[in-house]
């Protein structure tokens, strides 16, 4: 299978006070290759804890109870199970091959580090022996470029530097540096370090179209605007070229004339770079605008998955068909969906949408109905 | 709004606050028994006088007759401690509820008008938090002559600055929220809003810091009877009994514990009595305000 | 047509203090300049982007906020607002100017005379999880509006709580209940059902929906058009969401940075907009249909902040089609095409 990302049987349940709450139940999804994958679906339908689960960052009283979530980083080669690593080999995929954007773009930056700091720390963190080269590099230059009297006393301490950096770049994890880079003078070496990776940062936030870079980067979040600090969660996001971006309603809070800035920069680096995006949102009107396949969910389970034109234009499952009738469109009244969505502790048994479904039937209350592929590409869990 | 269901969840969650609120009723149910498992000498009026059996200074160790001992003139421990716990509730429950009516009524005045009201309410405050506490309460007892009396109201003079203070913040992050707008755009009066809509929602983090208070308070007072600035002599009084204590903390060569039961017993009850209510504090947070608990 | 709810020159500023002593040091221009006039049974849609003064309109129109000048008006005949403008202008005629505004104009009122308005219009709030007091019941939350008004209390009281609930949806069990234990959308017709409780004329709406989602907000606008039918309710419907606004509301009105840049019905506003910002935001605003590709205008930098609003027209800095004439002076709002209002030099065809 050549998917980027394959999740199989996907069950998450909450360990809670009033009981065992089933969140996810046997959720099965493909993701492929420079693909965007839009998850919809109202709020409690489980899309952003998918998102977590993928990062192994539910929360408890949450826990993945069964399911392998296949991942495919280099495409052809080993796939790695996501729910068997060890909590470091995790961390190391976080942020450099699967990187995730949030909601909340205030709540996603730290208001003490300045943007710069924010976006290194990533850089810093999956890709240092790129820095180390920089730095290197950036002391050849002026080793190269040395003139006059003051140049000649600092030469030595250049040359210092310059071997520093280049062990550094061939073996960033070496203790020993790490030991040296403590010592107090030695220390301010290691300042053109964090000044390259500033420089790596100014350039991520080049790549999403933040005007004047550089003067952002030493900015505090709460100098910028809504759109701008989105676009700076995007630059971390992408800073370490991540096969997966994971994108968990990154519109919902900003203005329209903003979101529709922010969605043709999503759409411009959809080519620009190698990664699929899984894009979360209840917006169906905007995962229309940017996903390849859409992927519906109620209640814990996938409903109906299918490419964007066939899901908008054909929608097979009964919820599908609902949600699309309750968008407010132009010239088209939104007809409300009855009943409520379901408590977890209390879900119906068989289908779970079927209390609320026109097309119910005998068989829709007692057994839960299976993805299965109706036409290519389009799958749908439904009796009818 | 009682849900013992989630009040026995809490409690099972957390052992620790479970021992507090134990430790409290088994010091409520001496204080409330206190005539019966101590019952008072016949024949003398005030309850709170320590029976006395001699005028000997030196101290008794426990005996059948003295069941604590007696400590210096010859004062019966046990008594002293049991009607103690009586004196140390009527401390802390007395202190700690006027400087809850005091606190919520001025913080909320400061809080809901701001304005010049807060201004001049906080500068108040600041002149009271100005002075170390103690020192203030000492000279307050001081100007008002000792007495279990002038003890209460030092100690409702000191602490109040801090509720109204504490009332004064709470009522400033809820004063914003949206139902209290919705509360105003219904045509509600400032004195509804306050009393309905922003109290309840703020006052229990000032009924947590109240309860862990308690302790502090009695701590208070029993140090204040402790430099003798307290109840007059003889009172039944954990702060006296300590004072009491002080030349026999240690005995003569050769037997430095001679008289641990002067010193240690009274200590004790006022160790039990304030974790005790400091663990209360702790059950109250983890009941009520489900946000701060411990997970 | 005599308009239940009338604004003229309407302004709500808010200083900024700065220094040592608060001194104030300029002004956010929330609302600036507002003229609005809003028929009985009309459902009037108030668009805009965040920081564009919508709220802030809402809220003062009903008096929860006050406003820096400007005069309200709630069913006041039009010979009165027109005697009040005019003398507004004149030398003279003091006295009878204060009368009159004493009487009719709700910008004067305070104190006891705003609670007899109340009781004629309410404001259902944007976040339903904030917008109930968590630790009253939903019957004491709904007929609290009863009792402060003085009209009921006790078991008449909450005979007409269940009846109201009944009305939005909800039934008698629910009232003893607490809002936790409800979802968004439930917790939503709570507070609709409480700016029911006095028999309001008019209810403004502040965003009720977005906090909700989709099919639960096609299940509230359903309600709030029976009840407008029924209850014979005039809406001010205050969203940043173009389509819900196209779908529900009669006319709309679009506001930028304190202003209002265009008024008309819903149709006219989305097929043939004429302000740019207008054009803008319906263009920006996302269709579910993967199919049609909208010839996109991405609108360059951010919404100025309303301390500082830019000089003569305030969205010539972000408007392509921006001339010298745009940057010195200001449109006006004028009624152009019978009863389309726009505010722009070059409006499109």
Known sequence: MNDLLTIKGLTVRFHIYEGIAPALQDLDLAIGQKETFGLVGETGCGKTLTALAILRLIPPPGKIESGTIMFNANGGSEPVDLLALSEPDMRSLRGSRISMIFQEPSAALNPVFTIGDQIAEAILLHRPEEVYQQAADAVDQRLANAAGPVSI??????????????????????????????????????WRISVEAEKMAAEALKDVEIPDAARVVRQYPHQLSGGMKQRAVIAMALACCPKLLIADEPTTSLDVTIEAQILELLRKLKVDTEASILYITHDLAVAAQICDRVGVMYSGTLCEVATAEEMYGNPLHPYTKALLAAVPKPGVEPSPIRGFIPDPLS?????????????????????????????????VACHV | MIDFKFIWYQMRRNP????????????????????????????????????????????????????????????????????????AFKVGLAVIGSVLLLGIILGSIAGYFGGIIDEIIMRVTDVFLAFPALILAMAVVAALGPSLNSVLIALIVVSWPAYARLVRGDILAIREEDYVE?????????????????????????????????????????????????????????????????????????????????????????????????????AFRDILDPKLAKR | MEALVEVR???????????????????????????????????????????????????????????????????????AIAEIESLEHSRDGHHRLKALRREHDLATFSGKRIKGVRRRMQ???????????????????????????GIMRGKQASERVANILRLVGLSEQHMARYPHQFSGGQRQRVAIARALATNPEFIVFDEPTSALDVSVQAQILDLLKHLKAEEHLTYLYITHNLSVAETVCDSIAVMYLGKIVEMGTALEIFHSPRHPYTQALVLSTP???????????????????????????????????????????????????????????????
Request: charged share 20%.
């Open chain 1, 153 to 190: 006393l600092a030469r030595p301490v250049w040359s210092v530097e310059r071997r520093l950096y280049r062990q550094l770049a061939r073996n960033p994890e070496s203790v020993w540096l790490k030991f040296v880079g403590r010592v107090p003078l030695v220390r301010r070496l290691l």
């Open chain 1, 347 to 379: 879900l119906p048994p068989g289908c779970r949408f079927h209390p609320r479904c026109d097309y119910a039937t005998e068989m829709c209350s007692k057994e839960t109905p299976t993805m299965r592929e109706v036409t290519p590409g389009h799958l």
């Open chain 2, 16 to 87: 620790v606050s479970l021992a507090g609120i134990v430790i409290v009723a088994i010091f409520a149910l001496v204080a409330i028994l206190a005539p019966v498992i101590a019952p008072t000498p016949a024949g003398q009026r005030d309850a709170y006088l320590i029976p006395r059996e001699g005028y000997s200074p030196v101290p008794q160790p426990p005996s059948w007759a003295h069941k604590f001992g007696t400590t210096q003139g010859q004062y019966d421990i046990y008594y002293g401690v049991i009607w103690g716990t009586r004196s």
């Open chain 2, 182 to 282: 919705a509360a105003r755009g219904v045509g509600a009066s400032h004195f509804r809003i306050i009393t309905r809509h922003i109290l309840p929602n703020s006052i229990y983090p000032v009924f947590i810091m109240a309860s862990l208070d308690i302790g502090a308070v009695v701590l208070s007072a029993a140090a204040l009877s402790f430099l003798g600035l307290g109840s007059p002599e003889g009172y039944a009084d954990w702060g006296q009994m300590i004072q009491f204590s002080r030349n026999w903390i240690v005995g003569p060569p050769g037997h430095p514990l001679a008289y641990w039961y002067t010193v240690t017993i009274p200590g004790l009850f006022i160790l039990f009595f304030v974790l005790g209510w400091n663990l209360l504090g702790d």
């Open chain 3, 9 to 79: 020159h309407l302004k709500t500023h808010f200083p900024i203090l700065k220094g040592l002593f608060r001194r104030p040091a300029g002004a956010v221009r929330a609302v600036d300049d507002i003229n609005l006039a809003i028929r009985r049974e009309q459902w009037m849609g108030l668009v805009g982007e965040s920081g564009c003064g919508k709220t802030t309109l809402g809220k003062t129109i009903i008096r929860l906020l006050r406003p820096t000048s400007g005069h309200i008006y709630l069913g006041a005949p039009s010979d």
């Open chain 3, 123 to 149: 404001l259902v709030h944007q976040d339903p999880y904030t917008s109930l007091n968590p630790r009253m019941k939903i019957r004491d939350i709904v007929a609290e509006p009863l009792a402060v008004h």
């Open chain 3, 287 to 349: 269709i579910p249909d993967p199919k049609t590709k909208r010839v996109r205008i991405i609108l360059p930098g951010e919404v100025p902040s309303p301390a500082n609003p830019p000089t003569g027209c305030r969205f010539h800095p972000r408007c392509s089609r921006a001339t010298e004439e745009c940057r010195s002076t200001e449109p006006t709002l004028e009624a152009k095409e019978g009863s389309r209002l726009f505010a722009c030099w070059h409006p499109l065809e």
